[in-house]
């Protein structure tokens, strides 16, 4: 095998071809015979009480077939939350039902109360309009604190718009308030964090398939992990049985965690494709995607922090309200307790750190993970209040981070916040970082943006983050309804090729590519002889696919494992057409061997001997070389990284311009380092989206003011600089075979606060006594900041 | 319901459209041609770039029977005749201008556009060329990297490791 094609190989990408000759299958891209067309009826307004719905209009349209209403699905079940949080005095959260479609109340804009069927999308669309709904409005519940306040409810049967009241850790709240109120400083810092929608380029779209003879179900979807899907379908929404359905989530077209989640149109599809008998297909809009996709982030935040007289950290102390929108999306829970607060150590030894979140329900579409997952939260809540307390102390940012890092020899390292890091070098990163950055450099750079009217500022953070969310016994008594292990299925076929199944799934990360680079470096065989198998629940081991940078750590480590297991079978296989035993067999580079002696026998013989298994010790071996391995990990896996900006503001205009960007990154061992610049790339695109041009709003009578992307501002090529990426320092992961920690949400987690620290500092250095913007930065902000 | 007659990646093809069919619907649905995308419904993304008359459209933003009797091409027409990728969809693999595929076509169709006109063009040139095609996933750094490449330039210099 070429060594230059196996792990750490910068291997073009396989699936690229496809996609690049227009030959891509996305869900959208698939044509059933007969098929039928969906069309949703959605709320124009964001909260009202439906008192009727007349459909006889819509019913007699040409081309439609059948009208559904919420009325349809009162005996089915609801959508879950995937993780039961406590509140700080024990109870339980507040679980309102979220129905396939909306009954007695629509709760946000685009929520679906009414759905079509027709023979083609226009009759259905024309149809949906017919549909006569008497929906009385009522005032809309946006702003979180008084929906805190107030009494009106977005959902009348709980009686309160608190979700939970959750503390991390409750034991350690009197001593982190005693550590502040004694501290020689402390610096308290109030942001929020915008909201955020995903914006994956193809819009979601599913088709559902029903066979009458065996009374199956097969439906195509955009999905991230299409055995969840399935799962909460069967067990929770419609009760299909999980053998008579079929999941397949073909090519997808992004994702960035809002194609996590099941949502009702794939109930409705399936419902609606049983009872008319013909597949029954629906493909978001633009807007659709705006309005019902789940959006990200929406933290109001108060973080606090203590220093001592040698500016030594002593506590975080973070309250958050997090808005969880109208319904509880299935991991809405998680991101903003488990997945945030864990987090609020950062890279830092600080001895004590209390995080109080307060979920809220408002009239605004649900909201839940979206790429970095409560981690972008916690870090640009840390890493914003370790900048002001440098400002405030006249500290060097870099220096102040770097004192109370936490030191490569203390790893180890369990925080205050309850993780256990277990490799790291944070200063190795930071010098690497520096190096990029170019420090020494900037007086003089800014010396011409000055020249040139503009302000210059230099901005740097640092981050951690928590990748491969496990072990299940652990996640389980946090809360969590779902264990996070994945498998993979290893097939190696009579004629010496491997097909590998796999839980995961690939929606951009290319893991055509990077699973075989793993399989051809363990077994020694071409990987263009490896083909992996993925997002089709009939093909697939029960797996819980892509997320959370989760795929490599996780599912890489499936892989791994049942290789070694192939490798062992292979062993005593080999043992027997050597007339050896099997502790006498060694395996490499594709060759097992009689050690001591010179015979060989190569894998693909021993692969045929096990199909064609004559002369085989059938008594003590079943023939067939094919293993599962199910895998879950000891821990998470802990990336770091640290990030440099250099901007330019326009002092007329308050136009911000990232002029440079430089990231450093510990990712552990690299499979490929070419996909992995690339995941950085992305995510750093979507984390100065966030700082500088997104940002999702409601007005208060709760319409969507940024529905489209004429008032959505999504990056484009012209507002990003190319990216300086360095991922040398790499402390492999000592929680997975790999030794790999994962690379997907990084860019996004750790760009935010370092453009925004950059933006404050070049305010600064033309005299604006200026601590805070929040994001996004659009110039009319900076220059409201600048003129106030 | 019209007729509509066009040329479409050099072959004659026709159908039957309702006067608000777009472009992009009749390639798709019609022609089976699903190389073509829809990101949008605001003529912003630029998923479903083709080319109709030799110029860059969005197909999106044109009803089918605007495009009778004129010559478009999708990416379904821009291998090279063996039916390999051509000097763009090669440096776009070569160097990783695409993760998720979706914007991919649009992109493609944009930069031959591009370097139709401007055989060299410089970054900047290429990042303002492409402000009506949004990517999600590459943050456009391997995107631009690919076209300068493309380009016969070369990019060793591009901010990278
Ligand atoms: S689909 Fe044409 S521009 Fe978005
Ligand atoms: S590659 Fe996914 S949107 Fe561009």
Known sequence: MPKDSGIGAATRRREDARFLLGSGRYSDDIVLLNQTYAVFARSEVANGIIKTINTSEAEKMPGVIAVFTGDDFVDVGGNPAGWLINSRDGEPMKEPKRPVLAHGKVRHVGDAYAAVIAETEQQARDAAEKINADIMELPAIIDMTSALSGSNYVHDEIETNQCFDWGWIEDNREATDNAIKNAHHVTTLELTNNRLVPNAMEPRCSIADYNAANDDYTLYTTSQNPHLTRLLISAFVLGIPENKLTVVSPDVGGGFGSKIYHYGEEALVLAAAKRIKRPVRWTASRSESFMTDAHGRDHVTKIELALDKDNNFLAFRTETMANVGAYLSNFSTVTPTILHGTLMAGNYSVPNIYVNVKAVFTNTAPVDAYRGAGRPEATYSLERVIDKAALELNLDPIALRRQNFIKSDQFPYVTAAGLNYDVGDYDAIMDRLEHHADIKGFAERKKISEKQGKLRGFGVNSYIEACGIAPSNLIGTLGARVGLYDAATIRVNATGNISVMVGAHSHGQGHETAFPQIVADMLGVDPNNVEIVHGDTSKIPFGMGTYGSRSLAVCGSAIVRGIEKIIAKGKKIAAHMMESTEDNVDFEDGVFSVRGTNKTVSFGDVALKAYIPHNFPIEDIEPGLEETAFYDPQNFTYPAGAYACEVEVDPNTGKVSIERFAAADDFGNIINPMIVEGQVHGGLAQGIGQALLEGCVYNDDGQLISGSYMDYTMPRAADLPSFVVDHTVQTPSTDNPLGVKGCGEAGAIGSPPTVVNAVINALRSAGHDITHIDMPLTPARVWAAMNN | ?161
Do not use: W
């Open chain 2, 1 to 161: 319901m019209s007729n509509v007659t066009m040329t479409v990646n050099g072959k004659t093809v026709s159908g039957s459209v309702e006067g608000r069919t777009l472009l992009v619907e009749f390639i798709r649905n019609d022609l089976h041609l699903t190389g073509t995308h829809v990101g949008c419904d605001t003529s912003q993304c630029g998923a479903c770039a083709v080319h109709v008359d030799g110029k860059l459209a969005k197909a999106c933003t044109m009803f089918a029977l605007e495009a009778n009797g004129s010559e478009v091409s999708t990416i379904e027409g821009q291998a090279n005749e063996d039916g390999s990728l051509n000097v763009i969809q090669q440096a776009f693999k070569d160097h990783h201008g695409l993760q998720c595929g979706f914007c991919t076509p649009g992109m493609v169709m944009a930069a031959a556009d591009l370097l139709k006109t401007n055989s060299k063009p410089t970054e900047l040139e290429i990042r303002e060329h492409l402000e009506g095609n949004i990517c999600r996933c590459t943050g456009y750094h391997n995107i631009v990297k690919a076209i300068l490449a493309a380009s016969g330039q070369d990019v060793s210099n591009i901010a990278a490791e």
